[in-house]
């Protein structure tokens, strides 16, 4: 099960994510939460996965689905706070460098356009 809440810092919207992105249910919640965002006009998305415990292939290309979404929308999707498995899981399948991956939120938010 997946879990998401959502907070602004500046103009940029944190999407927290904890749980599991796979196959159904995660990559469901994971996708309506980003055409929620995108349908209200909010382009700067953070998405900080901390927390997530387990994402398939399924999962991966929600993110990349996210990615392309939010970018022809004019918008940037960058990534938060990569657990070790799902980091080793990008750089396997050569997503790492789709990415803009951050580790620091302070960080994260200043790289935005402005």
Sequence with gaps: M?????RKVDNVTI??????????????VLRDNIRDLIAK???KILLNLGE????DSSGIGEL???FTTVRNQGGELKLLNLTKKVHD??????????????DDEAAAIGSFTK
């Design 2 to 6: 997946m879990k998401t809440s959502t």
């Design 15 to 28: 999407v927290d994510l904890s749980g599991r992105i796979t196959l159904g249910e995660g990559s469901v």
């Design 41 to 43: 006009g909010d382009k």
């Design 52 to 55: 997530v415990t387990y994402i």
């Design 64 to 66: 990349v689905s996210a």
């Design 89 to 102: 899981l990008l750089q396997i399948t050569k997503l790492y460098t789709v990415f803009d991956v951050k």
